[in-house]
């Protein structure tokens, strides 16, 4: 990274990275959805992870303070999450993002999760203000568009697959063109750790 890269602020994020076959999986449930859904910029394949925790703009000084939380969280690993399920986030009622569901019975996630916003507050970053929930963002409206209809959700439902969350990937996202380009800043887990 450049000195004018590690002074500028970026836009970041922590992610479970997806296995080849969940990826596969992902990307057939948008290709059903895109046949019946229109006006939705669809998350291209690369771009597809599980949203642990938005970091926001933060500086590089502050994501290397980061890390130790990463490694903390990833202390919890492996977890064998399910995922499966297509929902999407309202905003004054109208659907703005589309996601497949994460979910894990044992709560393992969310201690996951907590460890990591103990950390962007311990950073001195703003902490997120909506309720974590597990998910895959498959797709964003470009205007409004309806609900994902129950009768939609269970035409395109796919038997769930199961996901082993080996690492805790820190994302920065560089917003512009089509989508966002993700580019890995560091990864740390149960196999690897990087910066």
């Keep these: 990274m450049t000195s004018e890269q590690q ?31 229109e006006g939705v910029r669809w998350t291209p394949s690369e771009n597809l992870h599980v949203t642990l925790c938005f970091i926001g703009d933060c500086s590089w000084e502050k994501a290397l303070e980061m890390i130790p939380w990463m490694e903390k969280a990833a202390r919890r690993l492996p977890l064998t999450l399910t995922v499966g399920g297509v929902s999407n ?13 994460v979910h894990d019975t044992i ?29 895959i ?3 964003r409206a470009k205007g409004r568009f309806a ?13 769930d697959i199961l996901l082993k969350a080996e690492q805790i990937v820190l994302y920065k996202s560089e917003l512009g063109g089509m989508n966002a380009v993700h ?9 690897v750790i990087g910066v």
Excluded: Q
């Design 137 to 139: 963002t498959i797709g």
């Design 89 to 101: 986030f309202l905003s004054r009622g109208s659907a703005r993002v589309i996601w497949v569901g």
């Design 183 to 191: 580019t890995e800043i560091a990864r740390v887990g149960s196999r």
């Design 7 to 37: 002074h500028s602020n970026m836009r970041l994020f922590t992610a479970f990275p997806l296995s080849v076959e969940v990826r596969e999986y992902v990307v057939g449930v948008i290709d059903e959805l895109a046949e019946s859904i």
């Design 147 to 159: 609900p994902i209809t129950s009768e939609l959700a269970n035409r395109i439902k796919k038997n």
């Design 107 to 135: 709560g393992a996630i969310e201690e996951v999760y907590n460890v990591l916003e103990k950390g962007v507050k311990k950073c001195g970053l703003p902490r997120e203000k909506r309720k974590y929930r597990p998910h």
